[in-house]
């Protein structure tokens, strides 16, 4: 066979616009075709629709029946996927297939479309050609046009259907009207094949309808399949329906839900923010290691906080709780810095002097160093206000490379400021420790508790028990915070402490402590600080730079001798800022000078002095002791007059305690008996009333170590004989006029060169204390061991 044989070879009329589906009244039925197989389903004669099939190599084909004047060829239905293309068997095409009549081919991007109108079935005669393009001999099989009842009954019943189908679903109706248009829905045979068409069959089923071609049969076969599509229909539109409703009330869940967290976001309890609180409070946690029973304990909460409204009160105590309970330091540990090197550069860089001192936390940080740890330990620094306690603190925090915390105790009489309210409490809150731990971000800071000598007690609990709970290291492994309720290890933090004096720490407490004492500066030691740390600070603190603003030694030296004599330097580093602002001020006038300030210029700054050199008192009468209190060594004159000659009587002024009027008593008990022994008219407190006072009488004072200078006093009055001045002397002194040992030898003559006295009386007992002060101390000081009364006397008189 050649490509020559073709059915036609006239052309196509030029304009052919068909309607779709218009039936043509043209019944010409070529017997020689051109075919093309199409897939998923077959074609049926009542059809109009649109087809693509593959450019290569149906595109041949396609010119060829344009050229033909019928325009048109045979579709053919092949159940091969791979059929699209040439390589399919010409013999596997099923008995009919459907001639149509092509309209309106276009080409696009490898694809051929055109519209095709079934006109009839047909059935292959014979192969003309094998190979694109296919050209077959056909003919048209005819169905018994009988109109027997049971077709018509059957035609019914596929109306019927077809009616169904409609309301189900809006295509029908338009594939319905192009049909109506061509046929008359009486004629059985298109009937028939309309209704297999609108079904959804499977390709094999729809070609023996196709297949088949009594009316009767194929009605039968059609009919089933008209049914099921119904009920299919049916069921999808019901199932769209149910579908719909659900999306409907989802939709509707999903905007009333909008609509609620905008309310609640009016009104500041949005639902979010709770789990983002949950959130945020298990991010906390992460990295952290927490106890067991503290894990369990948190996650309750968690639970707890997720069942909760936002807006209830509830829900705030709960938040709170987590908040502070995620946001401590579970199981963060720092490392310890421990180089004594460093650490000695760094407590040097940060004081002078102070050297005994820093060996003291030197071999405690060597002692750590050796066990590698610092744990367990409590310092106490103990010494006067403004000696450096709480920069020594900072300073071994700082050498050890740890968070460093302060807060006072001083004053504090209820426990719960450091063990924490319980949660039944409004406004409950954790203890100062744990408001430490979270504020450091470690278990192991360095934490200073200030003031423990000036704690209180009350009612609501004794803090120092919960200190002492709080600070031993056999307790505080477990230490329970009332707030939390939950048990914290604090045996890694360091504990430093401070207090002004021993007296009034309790004694459980001070057994667990490494007392440090800082005793107080002499006035070289203060001109040392000065000089090197306190005048460059306020110079800093100003903005000030020491090329516009100077002072020399002497204005120093005359600012700590006649402004500031405490033991400490707080005083001083007071005045040295007040100096340093004045002169600020100068200097806005005149921005080019340099100030210098002199010690001729001080008392513009500072007012008119404080202290003068010849305030120690001297006289009948009257003898310098040397005292020692909280705020550290002092000089303490007593004096003693007769105020008439009536009677016999004493009385004592100045605030004294109780020690401290016992040791007045025993004064005046063992001088009035021992007159004689030292010079004096035996008679002579027979008829006096003798008035004792001790200086400075709004400050409490209190101790035995007054006792040799008031008996001293009493002496003096008695022989009517001033003592030689310039020396100050203490002791307790008893009954049988034996001198006893003082504390605080090492303050008392810190106090007594302050106030430039260089001659002292000391009991023989603190012969020891003396001669282990350092050699700066005792320079020039001429001091007389007492062992008795009587050695006090002679030096005196
Ligand atoms: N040896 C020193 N060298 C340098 N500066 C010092 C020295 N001693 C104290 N200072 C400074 O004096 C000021 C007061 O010291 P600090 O606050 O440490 O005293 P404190 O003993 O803790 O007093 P308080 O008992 O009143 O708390 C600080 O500015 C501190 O730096």
């Given at each position: 066979?050649?490509?020559?044989?073709?059915?036609?070879?006239?052309?196509?009329?030029e304009?052919?616009?068909?309607?779709?589906?218009?039936a043509?009244?043209?019944?010409?039925?070529?017997?020689?075709?051109?075919?093309?197989?199409?897939?998923?389903?077959?074609?049926?004669?009542?059809?109009?629709?649109?087809?693509?099939?593959?450019?290569?190599?149906?595109?041949?084909?396609?010119?060829r029946?344009?050229?033909?004047?019928h325009?048109?060829?045979?579709?053919?239905?092949?159940?091969?996927?791979?059929?699209?293309?040439?390589?399919?068997?010409?013999?596997?095409?099923?008995?009919?297939?459907?001639?149509?009549?092509?309209?309106?081919?276009?080409?696009?991007?490898?694809?051929?479309?055109?519209?095709?109108?079934?006109?009839?079935?047909v059935h292959?005669?014979?192969?003309l050609?094998?190979?694109p393009p296919?050209?077959?001999?056909?003919?048209?099989?005819?169905?018994?046009?009988?109109?027997?009842?049971?077709?018509?009954?059957?035609?019914?019943?596929?109306?019927?259907?077809?009616?169904?189908?409609?309301?189900?679903?809006?295509?029908?109706?338009?594939?319905?009207?192009?049909?109506?248009?061509?046929?008359?829905?009486?004629?059985?045979?298109?009937?028939?094949?309309?209704?297999?068409?609108?079904?959804?069959?499977?390709?094999?089923?729809?070609?023996?309808?196709?297949?088949?071609?009594?009316?009767?049969?194929?009605?039968?076969?059609?009919?089933?399949?008209?049914?099921?599509?119904?009920?299919?229909?049916?069921?999808?539109?019901?199932?769209?329906?149910?579908?719909?409703?659900?999306?409907?009330?989802?939709?509707?869940?999903?905007?009333?839900?909008?609509?609620?967290?905008?309310?609640?976001?009016?009104?500041?309890?949005?639902?979010?923010?709770?789990?983002?609180?949950?959130?945020?409070?298990?991010?906390?946690?992460?990295?952290k290691?927490?106890?067991?029973?503290?894990?369990?304990?948190?996650?309750?909460?968690?639970?707890?906080?997720?069942?909760?409204?936002?807006?209830?009160?509830?829900?705030?105590?709960?938040?709170?709780?987590?908040?502070?309970?995620?946001?401590?330091?579970?199981?963060?540990?720092?490392?310890?810095?421990?180089d004594?090197?460093?650490?000695?550069?760094?407590?040097?860089?940060?004081?002078?002097?102070?050297?005994?001192?820093?060996?003291?936390?030197?071999?405690?940080?060597?002692?750590?160093?050796?066990?590698?740890?610092?744990s367990?330990s409590?310092?106490?620094?103990?010494?006067?206000?403004?000696?450096?306690k709480?920069?020594?603190?900072?300073?071994?925090?700082?050498?050890?490379?740890?968070?460093?915390?302060?807060?006072?105790?001083?004053?504090?009489?209820?426990?719960?400021?450091?063990?924490?309210?319980?949660?039944?409490?409004?406004?409950?809150?954790?203890?100062?420790?744990?408001?430490?731990?979270?504020?450091?971000?470690?278990?192991?800071?360095?934490?200073?508790?200030?003031?423990?000598?000036?704690?209180?007690?009350?009612?609501?609990?004794?803090?120092?028990?919960?200190?002492?709970?709080?600070?031993?290291?056999?307790?505080?492994?477990?230490?329970?915070?009332?707030?939390?309720?939950?048990?914290?290890d604090?045996?890694?933090?360091?504990?430093?402490?401070?207090?002004n004096?021993?007296?009034?720490?309790?004694?459980p407490?001070?057994?667990?402590?490494?007392?440090?004492?800082?005793?107080?500066?002499?006035?070289?030691?203060?001109?040392?600080?000065?000089?090197?740390h306190?005048?460059?600070k306020?110079?800093?603190?100003?903005?000030?730079?020491?090329?516009?603003?100077?002072?020399?030694?002497?204005?120093?030296?005359?600012v700590?001798?006649?402004?500031?004599?405490e033991?400490?330097?707080?005083?001083?580093?007071?005045?040295?800022?007040?100096?340093?602002?004045?002169?600020?001020?100068?200097?806005?006038?005149a921005?080019?000078?340099?100030?210098?300030?002199?010690?001729?210029?001080?008392?513009?700054?500072?007012?008119?002095?404080?202290?003068?050199?010849?305030?120690v008192?001297?006289?009948?009468?009257?003898?310098?002791?040397?005292?020692?209190?909280?705020?550290?060594?002092?000089?303490?004159?007593?004096?003693?007059?007769?105020?008439?000659?009536?009677?016999?009587?004493?009385?004592?002024?100045?605030?004294?305690?109780?020690?401290?009027?016992?040791?007045?008593?025993?004064?005046?008990?063992?001088?009035?008996?021992?007159?004689?022994?030292?010079?004096?008219?035996?008679?002579?407190?027979?008829?006096?009333?003798?008035?004792?006072?001790?200086?400075?009488?709004?400050?409490?004072?209190?101790?035995?170590?007054?006792?040799?200078?008031?008996?001293?006093?009493?002496?003096?009055?008695?022989?009517?004989?001033?003592?030689?001045?310039?020396?100050?002397?203490?002791g307790?002194?008893?009954?049988?006029?034996?001198?006893?040992?003082?504390?605080g030898?090492?303050?008392?003559?810190?106090?007594?060169?302050?106030?430039?006295?260089?001659?002292?009386?000391?009991?023989?007992?603190?012969?020891?204390?003396?001669?282990?002060?350092?050699?700066?101390?005792?320079?020039?000081?001429?001091?007389?061991?007492?062992?008795?009364?009587a050695?006090?006397?002679?030096v005196?008189?």
């Open positions: 066979m050649t490509d020559e044989i073709s059915p036609d070879h006239e052309r196509a009329p304009h052919e616009v068909i309607p779709n589906g218009l043509l009244p043209d019944q010409t039925l070529p017997d020689k075709l051109y075919v093309i197989p199409i897939h998923n389903r077959p074609f049926f004669p009542a059809q109009v629709l649109p087809v693509i099939v593959n450019d290569d190599p149906w595109a041949e084909t396609l010119e029946v344009a050229k033909t004047q325009q048109r060829m045979a579709l053919f239905f092949v159940d091969n996927s791979s059929a699209d293309s040439a390589a399919f068997d010409p013999d596997s095409l099923p008995r009919h297939g459907t001639m149509v009549r092509i309209h309106h081919a276009t080409r696009e991007g490898g694809k051929l479309q055109f519209v095709a109108q079934g006109m009839a079935r292959i005669r014979g192969w050609r094998r190979k296919y050209l077959v001999e056909v003919d048209y099989p005819k169905s018994d046009e009988d109109q027997r009842d049971e077709v018509k009954a059957y035609g019914m019943a596929l109306i019927n259907a077809i009616k169904e189908l409609l309301p189900l679903n809006p295509l029908y109706s338009e594939e319905l009207k192009n049909y109506l248009n061509r046929f008359s829905p009486h004629d059985p045979s298109p009937l028939a094949d309309f209704a297999a068409a609108l079904t959804t069959a499977p390709g094999l089923e729809l070609q023996e309808v196709l297949d088949c071609v009594p009316i009767l049969k194929r009605m039968e076969k059609v009919l089933p399949l008209l049914r099921k599509e119904v009920e299919v229909a049916r069921l999808q539109k019901e199932l769209s329906a149910e579908v719909d409703r659900k999306i409907g009330e989802r939709q509707r869940e999903f905007f009333l839900k909008e609509q609620l967290k905008v309310i609640q976001r009016e009104l500041g309890i949005t639902k979010d923010d709770k789990s983002a609180d949950a959130d945020e409070f298990r991010a906390r946690l992460e990295g290691t927490l106890p067991a029973a503290a894990q369990k304990r948190i996650d309750e909460e968690l639970d707890k906080l997720s069942i909760l409204e936002t807006g209830s009160p509830e829900y705030a105590v709960t938040r709170n709780y987590l908040d502070w309970a995620t946001s401590l330091p579970w199981g963060v540990y720092g490392k310890d810095k421990l004594l090197k460093r650490a000695r550069k760094i407590l040097d860089k940060h004081h002078a002097g102070l050297d005994d001192i820093k060996n003291r936390i030197i071999e405690f940080l060597a002692v750590g160093a050796f066990k590698g740890e610092i367990g409590i310092v106490l620094l103990v010494g006067p206000p403004g000696v450096g709480t920069s020594i603190g900072k300073s071994i925090a700082e050498s050890l490379g740890r968070p460093f915390y302060r807060f006072s105790v001083g004053g504090m009489r209820d426990e719960a400021e450091i063990k924490g309210h319980r949660r039944t409490y409004i406004g409950a809150m954790p203890g100062k420790l744990v408001q430490a731990l979270k504020d450091v971000e470690v278990m192991n800071p360095v934490i200073m508790l200030d003031e423990i000598d000036k704690m209180g007690v009350s009612y609501q609990g004794d803090p120092a028990s919960a200190l002492l709970e709080t600070l031993d290291p056999e307790q505080n492994v477990e230490f329970l915070d009332h707030y939390l309720d939950l048990r914290l604090l045996s890694k933090v360091l504990f430093v402490c401070t207090a004096t021993l007296d009034s720490i309790p004694g407490l001070l057994d667990r402590m490494e007392v440090i004492r800082l005793s107080g500066y002499i006035a070289e030691e203060k001109l040392a600080i000065a000089k090197r306190l005048w460059p306020q110079l800093e603190k100003a903005g000030v730079t020491k090329e516009h603003l100077a002072i020399n030694d002497a204005a120093l030296r005359e700590i001798e006649s402004y500031a004599r033991a400490g330097v707080r005083q001083l580093e007071k005045q040295l800022g007040k100096i340093v602002r004045k002169s600020v001020v100068k200097l806005l006038d921005p080019d000078t340099k100030v210098k300030v002199t010690a001729k210029d001080l008392e513009n700054y500072l007012g008119s002095p404080v202290f003068r050199n010849e305030q008192l001297s006289g009948v009468g009257v003898i310098t002791g040397l005292a020692w209190t909280s705020m550290g060594g002092a000089t303490l004159p007593i004096e003693a007059t007769r105020i008439h000659t009536l009677n016999r009587g004493f009385k004592l002024t100045g605030q004294l305690g109780e020690v401290m009027k016992e040791s007045a008593e025993i004064a005046y008990s063992y001088v009035s008996s021992h007159l004689q022994d030292y010079q004096g008219d035996p008679e002579f407190f027979d008829q006096a009333f003798v008035h004792l006072h001790v200086p400075e009488g709004a400050t409490p004072k209190d101790g035995p170590s007054a006792g040799i200078t008031m008996a001293s006093a009493l002496l003096s009055l008695a022989r009517n004989q001033a003592p030689r001045k310039s020396v100050a002397m203490t307790e002194l008893t009954l049988t006029g034996q001198v006893l040992p003082i504390g030898v090492r303050e008392k003559v810190i106090a007594a060169r302050r106030q430039k006295i260089f001659e002292l009386i000391l009991p023989e007992a603190n012969r020891g204390h003396f001669d282990e002060l350092p050699a700066y101390l005792k320079d020039g000081l001429k001091v007389h061991f007492a062992r008795r009364f050695d006090v006397a002679k005196l008189f």
